[in-house]
């Protein structure tokens, strides 16, 4: 019985010409051996995968073969067959992670003063060489220094910032870059066909991807993927997806547009779904990338030129194009940098899926994101010289009374809700709820703005908006739909000093001019004001502010008490 040798390792680069996707590489090597050029030191960093230690092998080979210097070695002399079975006395091969203190070194360095046995060149190829103690590194820059001649070093890492720069500046750098996405499923449908892997297109994008532009995990994978074929079946996106544990396009469509619409059942349904074949961990980060896409495509002119960087398949661009008109670009932002901190609080919890479904729920309502969007808007109007005030409306006679409609409130047209008074509509809002102690918790919330397309309403208690924000959301999103037959978007929070405008008084009439007494004052579109009027309404709302933030309770009283002072305006009184 043949012993199995994995895709990975029997596909391996032999010669420069193997090698794919890293052309700058290959064109200075190659150089480098044809015109006898050869460095004492290189340094070859970049991704796993990419093919660091392959070209180390490689370029031993092309100094120690028989007919070499060459770019081309035979790979059937005794120097090449030796290093590539990892056994030539004159290709020492060591791995830093393992052999990292500074008595390893020691030991190492002692021995390069040796003269090739067999090869041309003694050739020391260190991987992961950023494992090395400062000690060890300290030893092997000694030998850098003054290198023996035809002595040869070649360091791989992964991670080139932790090596020392004493040690970088004495090597010739190579960076590895990432494999694309295109050289990958070429490279892999190659293989495919030579061992008779029925796999389809839209499998093998799937594996290019997983891969993250590393050759080495892309084999891996499709040998691992070719189990499903041993019995002549093709390979599909579907059977990919279930093997690794990844999320369809569709599903992760779906998912972006529930939070879009914010609509809270079909997306716990739809995240519950998704988990059943994917751990909540990848959810998260598969929601990352897709946003992230959706960025790229927003923020873009022309769609044609951004294919090539983004993973999305051809038949969805379109259907990501119409979504991200639902998202602002700032919005889409820290939806990511949102999902990227609850992946790092997802990974160290026990239960994943609990705080996957409450983490989309936030980025579902994400209430901030509304707030810094509502202030930047009275940013822009306060740089404007543009503030909102209330005008008194001055009638000369009571008008007649308008006999209210016997339609219910909820077939009311859109412009009268918006026209409306918000205090009003805040009382229509509180007789909704269907339990007196929720009716009174919000009896301390204040609104600002109530309309079938946005409620805003504060609170100077912090810990009450919270309480609101988390608890109590679901009866006030009631009270919303049974007013306007629809959900707005809500925002709970803290007043700010624009949120009250003191009531501009009318001018005083002239002496011929009979007095009227102006009746309540009603809500009017923005005027424009000087900057002396605007640093007296600044400073009166202030003061309204600081009435508001003083405590009203001590310290020592239960939550249940400070919140029914807060809504009877009361005091405790000391005996």
């Known amino acids: 019985m043949s012993t199995y040798i994995p895709l990975y390792r029997k596909y391996r680069p032999q010669a420069f010409g193997d090698l794919i996707g890293q052309e700058s590489v290959v064109k200075t090597l190659s150089n480098a051996v044809t015109t006898g050029r050869i460095s004492h ?50 290709v020492i091969e060591i791995d830093a ?66 090596v020392l720069n004493t040690i970088i500046s004495r090597c010739q750098r190579f960076d590895f870059k990432r494999v694309t996405q295109a050289l990958i499923i070429n490279r892999l449908r190659e293989i495919a066909e030579k061992e008779s892997i029925q796999i389809n297109d839209k499998a093998l994008l799937l594996i290019a991807k997983k891969a993250y532009g590393g050759m080495r995990d892309a084999l891996s994978l499709l040998d691992q993927a070719s189990v499903l074929s041993s019995q002549g079946d093709e390979i599909t996106e579907p059977d990919i997806l279930m093997l690794f544990g990844s999320l369809s396009e569709e599903t992760l469509h779906e998912l972006a547009q529930n939070i879009a619409e ?55 661009i379109d259907g990501v194009k119409a979504q991200s008109e639902r998202f602002e670009t700032d919005e889409l932002v820290q939806i990511i940098e949102k999902l990227s901190e609850y992946e790092k609080n997802i990974k160290t919890t026990h239960q994943q899926q609990l705080w996957l479904e409450i983490s989309l729920l936030s980025i579902c309502h994400r209430q901030d994101m509304y707030i810094i969007r509502d202030l930047e808007q009275r940013i822009e109007a306060l740089e404007g010289g543009i503030i909102p005030v209330k005008i008194p409306e001055i009638k000369q006679s009571k008008p007649e009374p308008v006999p209210v409609p ?13 026209a409306g008074n918000p205090d009003e509509l805040w009382d229509k809002m509180l007789t909704s709820f269907r339990d007196d102690p929720t009716r009174a918790f919000f009896k301390i919330f204040k609104p600002v703005e109530i309309s079938p397309a946005k409620i805003v309403i504060t609170c100077a208690n912090e810990k009450w908006i919270e309480k609101a924000r988390i608890e109590k959301i679901k009866p006030l999103e009631e009270a919303a739909r ?23 008084k009318p001018p005083e009439p002239g002496p011929a001019t009979p007095q009227i007494e102006p009746p309540k004052p009603k809500p009017t579109s923005q005027i424009a004001i000087d900057t002396e009027g605007r640093e007296v309404i600044e400073d009166e709302v202030k003061k ?3 009435d508001l933030n003083r405590p009203i309770a001590p310290i020592n009283v239960s939550d249940q008490c400070k919140m029914v002072l807060d809504v009877f305006n009361g005091k405790v009184i000391e005996q």
Do not use: W
């Not at 049974?482 to 809500?490: K, M, Q, R, S, T």
């Open 41 to 90: 030191a290189y340094l070859f960093t970049g991704p796993r995968g990419t093919g660091k230690t392959s070209s180390a092998r490689i370029l031993a080979k092309s100094l120690n073969c028989e007919s070499g210097p060459t770019v081309t070695p035979c790979g059937k002399c005794p120097a090449c067959i030796d290093i590539t079975a990892s056994s030539s006395v004159d």
């Open 482 to 504: 049974a007013v306007f037959n629809d959900l707005p978007g809500i925002i709970i929070r803290t007043p700010l000093p624009d949120d009250k405008i003191p009531e501009q």
């Open 97 to 162: 992670a393992s052999n990292r203190k500074v008595e390893d070194a020691r030991n190492l360095l002692e021995k390069v003063h040796f003269v090739p046995v067999s090869g041309k060149y003694k050739i020391y190829i260190i991987d992961e060489v950023h494992m090395l103690t400062a000690e060890a590194f300290n030893t092997l820059l000694k030998t850098l220094e003054e290198p023996p001649k035809n002595l040869v070093f070649i360091l791989a890492t992964t991670e080139s910032h932790k």
């Open 406 to 418: 016997t339609e219910s409130l909820k077939q009311a047209k859109v412009d009268d809700f918006e």
């Open 544 to 546: 309204e502010l600081e």
């Open 262 to 316: 914010r609509n809270t059942i079909n997306l716990v349904h739809t995240a519950q779904k998704a988990v059943e074949s994917c751990e909540p961990v990848n959810v998260i980060r598969e929601l990352v990338n897709y946003f992230r896409n959706m960025l790229i495509i927003k923020t873009a002119n022309d769609i044609e030129r951004i294919k090539p960087v983004i993973d999305l398949s051809e038949s969805i």
